[in-house]
């Protein structure tokens, strides 16, 4: 059987071609997402692209993913911050969507009025535990209301408020699901049924909106978003199947010209002994976007971020040759470095502090305390110190000539001892940028999949 | 009728797990909803917890001297967060040494608490207090 895989990326159409016979990527193509007119057209060429380099092929099975015009855009409403609201964006993002901003409490005017601003495609709406607060999410239902935009809500808080926020979707005309409560109970966290109720909100929006209903009609599986896929893919890997065991813990990494990807797969529990667990507990695939780390649209962020003085002094390289490079860069978002040449070695110097920034705020945080009976350690988040591998996907460290130099960004760090970044891991690379493919291929033969996988995402130290 | 949800924890760095337990059993069993918080609980993840749950009362515990350190200024934070009138009931071994309780019990009234428990409080008196604070019969 053959099958064909496609990504509508924001820039590329990328079709992937595979021989479950052979247990291989015969191909792969690419050609400019075409969104502003019809995605055909891109898909075409690429399709041509493809004859072009096999000769005439003929697929059984097409299955596709997007983020097409940046994905589906999204904001995440919660109670507390770092309770229903993080456990909101964690959701969200697991999901695969784009969650541009995440409100706590009852939201302000001000709020309200960004949020029109943002335009989002959704909106995730939290808050209270079941049988907790029920004021804040009804509040924030009603705001929601008033914004005169054509979003889809889904709730997923207090299941106690159910019943008014429904009066008040039902009478504005909103477009709206209620779902299964992100945290039911105190500090626990179930958001499969809200990650579920995104994918599905997805691809009906995506399809509408995004002009993706003539390639829907030919395929029978469903378009998911390209971030779920390839979480898809890096689940995969890391578990395995029931008959190849998967390579463990996980971290991969994906960084783009507007934002960095960082994807764990690990319990994360805590590598010493004498811990305090602190916070929300967080899911095994865990999926987080910077929105602020990327190597073009975002550079001018990451710089404000990093000491470039600093830089300059430990690698050696004029000050005036960096800032020379991201001023280029920023001006011209389509700028490449020339292979070998001094403007290659700062952009991975840049992609190697922008993974950092993005691992640290990923990866969970180790404190010691000292307390009355000695020293004690609390640990926020998870603790990545142990996991074995980490992939990078994405052109900057694709294309770079030296990938593992980029990609120790994501190691534990010295000067930052609290951040619980992997101490020790191998660096891999996924050249083909097959992972969205593999993790689409997943959801019809994981078997294949995984062995494709394992050929195909190489060790590089 | 419906449960009250009660929030408790041990304040501060106090890591003294066991009596923790043995509370949140006792409180269980007496028909509270109770959000245990566990050991080294600050006073903002009481706040968020209680604001989150819609809580009725926070009990707080502490048991390795410093409790009253640990308690100062709690009041003034529920009332910031909104948790306005919350009823907030401290217990355990709260000060250091040998203190006349009565002057403990006034620091801690003058700090905002509703109830203040002495050592070798039985759990059954806090759950007839809060039963009477919460209007249960």
């Given at each position: ?127 209270g535990t079941d049988g907790g607060n029920k004021e ?22 207090n299941?106690s ?24 109970y105190f ?275 | 009728m419906e449960k009250k949800t009660i929030v408790t924890g ?13 509370l949140a059993f006792a409180l269980d069993q007496a028909g509270f909803n109770v959000v245990n918080l ?8 009481f706040i968020?917890a209680a604001i989150e749950t819609n809580a009725d009362a926070i009990l707080v ?17 529920c009332?910031?967060?909104?948790l306005k009138d919350i009823p907030l009931l401290a217990g ?22 509703t109830k ?7 759990i059954e008196t806090t759950i007839a207090d809060l039963n009477e604070i919460l209007g249960i019969k």
């Amino acid at each position: 059987m053959n099958y064909l895989t496609v990504d509508f990326g924001s820039t590329f159409t990328k079709l992937t071609f595979i021989d479950s016979i052979r247990e291989e990527v015969i191909s792969t193509s690419a050609a400019f997402t075409t969104i502003d007119t019809n995605v055909m057209d891109g898909f075409g060429k690429a399709l041509q692209n493809l004859e072009n380099k096999i000769g005439q092929f003929k697929y059984d099975r097409l299955l596709c993913c997007s983020s097409a015009a940046g994905g589906l855009k999204m904001v995440a409403l919660g109670l507390v911050p770092e309770l229903t609201a993080k456990a909101a964006k964690m959701a969200a993002s697991s999901a695969g969507a784009k969650v541009i901003k995440t409100y706590s409490f009852e939201i302000s005017k001000r709020e309200q009025d960004e949020i029109y601003q943002i335009n989002p495609d959704l909106v995730l709406l939290c808050g209270g535990t079941d049988g907790g607060n029920k004021e804040v999410i009804i509040a924030n239902a009603i705001r929601l209301s008033q914004i005169e935009r054509n979003f889809s809500i889904i709730v997923a808080g207090n299941k106690s408020a159910s019943y008014q926020i429904e009066e008040i979707f039902s009478k504005s005309g909103k477009d709206f699901v209620i779902t299964d409560n992100v945290m039911p109970y105190f500090n626990n966290l179930v958001i499969e049924p809200a990650k579920s109720s995104i994918k599905d909100l997805f691809i009906r929006k995506i399809v509408e909106a995004k002009g993706l209903s003539t390639i829907q009609n030919m395929t029978d599986f469903k378009i998911i978003p390209t971030p779920l896929a390839v979480m898809y893919g890096c689940e995969l890997l890391s578990k395995g199947t029931s008959k190849n065991p998967g390579i463990g813990d996980l971290m991969a990494i994906d960084i783009g010209g507007a934002t960095t990807d960082v994807y764990s797969m690990s319990k994360g529990n805590p590598s010493v002994s004498n811990v305090m667990i602190k916070g929300i507990p967080e899911p095994y695939s865990k999926r987080s976007v910077e929105g602020d780390l990327g190597m073009r649209y975002s550079l001018s962020s990451v710089c404000e971020q990093v000491d470039i003085e600093m830089l300059s002094i430990k690698y050696g390289i004029d000050i005036k040759i960096i800032k020379d490079w991201i001023e280029l860069c920023i001006n011209n978002p389509d700028t490449i470095s020339q292979n070998g040449s001094i403007q290659e070695r700062v952009e991975a110097i840049i992609a190697r502090e922008a993974i950092s920034i993005a691992v640290q705020r990923h990866a969970g945080v180790m404190e010691s305390i000292f307390t009355p009976m000695g020293e004690i350690y609390t640990l926020t988040g998870k603790d990545l110190t142990q996991v074995e591998s980490v992939i990078g996907i994405g052109g900057a460290i694709k294309n770079s000539s030296d990938p593992t130099f980029i990609l120790e960004g994501a190691k534990f760090d010295l000067s930052n001892i609290t951040s619980t970044k992997p101490k020790n891991p191998c660096y891999m690379i996924d050249e083909k940028y097959i992972f969205a493919s593999m993790g689409l291929l997943s959801t019809v033969d994981k078997d294949l999949a995984f062995k494709i996988l394992k050929k195909e995402i190489k060790q590089i130290n | 009728m419906e449960k009250k949800t009660i929030v408790t924890g041990v304040i501060g760095a106090d890591v003294h797990a066991v009596g923790n337990k043995i509370l949140a059993f006792a409180l269980d069993q007496a028909g509270f909803n109770v959000v245990n918080l566990g050991v080294m609980v600050s006073q903002e993840e009481f706040i968020a917890a209680a604001i989150e749950t819609n809580a009725d009362a926070i009990l707080v515990s502490s048991l390795y001297g410093h409790g009253e350190i640990d308690c100062n200024g709690l009041r003034e934070k529920c009332n910031e967060a909104g948790l306005k009138d919350i009823p907030l009931l401290a217990g355990g071994n709260i000060v250091v040494g040998k203190q006349e309780f009565s002057e403990v019990e006034k620091r801690f009234i003058a700090m905002g608490f509703t109830k203040v428990y002495p050592p070798g409080t039985q759990i059954e008196t806090t759950i007839a207090d809060l039963n009477e604070i919460l209007g249960i019969k």
